[in-house]
C-alpha cells in the first residue's frame, strides 16, 4: 500500500514538472537557445571573436564581454593612464639624473658653453685642450672672473687664469680678467704657456706658431708680407728692386730669420719651404734685410698693424699651467663652474 502511495507521488511530480516546463515556452524556448549561425567553439563577426554554449533551461544567460562593453572601455582607459603615469615618470627620473649630473645651475647657465672636447683625450697636459664659447645671443661680454672647470669624476679643478689681452714677446705684459663678447671663444689648455702667459689672438698670431708649437695649431693669417712695402721710386731706391720680389717669396706668419739673402749670396742659399719659387739672382741689399727683420715678426706685425679695426680676434689662448692631465682620457664629467662654484655648463663622454 505504502509502496504505491510512493509511486503515485512521483509520477505525479514528474507530470507537474512537464506541465510547468510546456507553460514557460518548452521546446520552443530550447529551440530559440540555437539561433542559426550559432555553433560551438569561436566564431569571429565583425572582427570580434565570440563563442557560442548550450545552455540548459534553467541556467543562466551570460553574455561574452565585447570590445565595446563598458567593462572593456573602463580597462582600457586604466592602462592608458597607467603607460601615461609611467611615461612622466620616466621623463621625471632621466630630468633628476640630469640635474644630478649638472649641479647647482648658475645664473650665468647657457651664457657659455663648452663647445669642444676633442684634446681632453691627449695623453699629455701640453696637448690637452677643451674649448669654451659664449653665446653668439648675450647682449654683454661675460667676465670669467673667478671661474674654474671641474672634473666631477676625479674632483680636478683648475681656475680660468689672469691674461695679456694685448700681448707684446719680451716685456711683462698686463694681466686682466678674461671677456668673453658674444660669439667669442676660449682654448683652454692644460699645459703652461709656451710665452709664459695666457693672452688673446689677434692678426699677428700666426708668428708664435714659427717658434712653439701650440695645440690646436694657432691660425696662419697674418698681413701679406708682399704689401707691407709700397711699390714708389723712393723705396726702389732706398731697398732696391730686389727687395719687391723677395717679400713676394715670404710665406704667411713666417720671420725671414737666417734665410735673408746676403749680398753676393745666390738665390740657392735661400732655405725657403719647398714649392716657394727663388728670388732669382740678385741679392737684397742691407736695408732690405733690416726692414725684412724688423717688420717680419710678431713684435714687428704688432707695432704695424694695432691699430687696425680687425687687429684683435675673438679668440683667447688659456693655460692652466699643469703638469697632469686634468681629464680622464675615457670617460668624465667636466664642469664650468662660475666664481660661487656654481655650474654654467656640463659636458659628459
Known amino acids: 500500500m505504502i509502496k504505491t502511495v510512493f509511486i503515485w507521488i512521483f509520477w505525479f511530480f514528474i507530470i507537474t514538472l512537464v506541465i510547468y516546463w510546456i507553460w514557460t515556452g518548452g521546446i520552443g524556448k530550447v529551440m530559440n537557445s540555437f539561433r542559426p549561425g550559432d555553433t560551438f567553439g569561436t566564431e569571429s563577426g565583425n572582427g570580434i571573436a565570440k563563442k557560442s554554449f548550450l545552455r540548459l533551461p534553467w541556467q543562466p544567460s551570460f553574455s561574452a564581454l565585447s570590445a565595446d562593453s563598458p567593462g572593456n572601455a ?13 611615461g612622466q615618470y620616466e621623463q621625471l627620473n632621466l630630468q633628476a639624473n640630469e640635474a644630478k649630473v649638472f649641479g647647482d645651475p648658475s645664473p650665468e647657465k647657457g651664457q657659455v658653453r663648452i663647445t669642444e672636447t676633442y684634446g681632453v683625450v691627449e695623453s699629455n697636459a701640453a696637448r690637452e685642450y677643451l674649448v669654451l664659447t659664449a653665446n653668439a645671443n648675450n647682449t654683454a661680454p661675460v667676465e670669467l ?15 680660468i687664469p689672469l691674461s695679456a689681452s694685448s700681448f707684446t714677446m719680451g716685456i ?12 667669442a671663444s676660449a682654448i ?6 709656451p710665452v ?46 730686389a727687395c ?47 726692414f725684412a727683420a724688423n717688420i717680419f715678426s710678431y713684435n714687428g706685425c ?17 693655460y692652466l699651467g699643469a703638469n697632469i692631465e686634468l681629464w680622464r682620457n675615457t670617460h668624465d664629467i667636466i664642469r664650468l663652474l662660475d666664481g660661487e662654484g656654481r655650474t654654467v655648463d656640463v659636458v659628459t663622454y
Not at 573602463?74 to 609611467?86: C, F, G, P, R, V
Not at 711683462?172 to 660669439?183: F, I
Not at 704688432?302 to 688659456?318: E, G, I, K, M, Y
Open 172 to 183: 711683462l705684459n698686463d694681466q686682466e680678467n678674461v671677456l668673453l663678447y658674444p660669439g
Open 145 to 159: 672672473k673667478g671661474w674654474s672647470l671641474q672634473s666631477a669624476y676625479t674632483g680636478m679643478r683648475a681656475y
Open 196 to 241: 709664459g702667459t695666457s693672452f688673446r689672438e689677434n692678426m699677428c698670431s700666426g708668428y708664435l706658431g714659427q717658434l712653439q708649437d701650440y695645440y690646436p695649431p694657432l691660425p696662419n693669417s697674418c698681413p701679406p708680407a708682399y704689401g707691407a712695402l709700397l711699390l714708389t721710386p723712393d723705396n726702389l731706391k732706398v731697398y732696391g728692386e
Open 188 to 193: 683652454v689648455s692644460s699645459g703652461g704657456s
Open 302 to 318: 704688432v707695432a704695424s698693424n694695432r691699430f687696425r679695426p680687425a687687429f684683435n680676434s675673438n679668440a683667447w689662448r688659456l
Open 74 to 86: 573602463k580597462t582600457s582607459a586604466l592602462d592608458n593612464q597607467y603607460a601615461t603615469l609611467e
Open 244 to 290: 719687391f720680389d723677395f717679400l713676394e717669396t715670404i710665406p704667411p706668419c713666417t720671420a725671414p730669420l737666417q734665410n735673408i739673402p746676403s749680398t753676393g749670396e745666390s738665390a740657392d742659399f735661400v732655405a725657403w719651404p719647398a714649392g716657394i719659387n727663388s728670388i732669382g739672382p740678385n741679392s737684397v741689399n742691407p736695408n732690405c734685410r733690416a
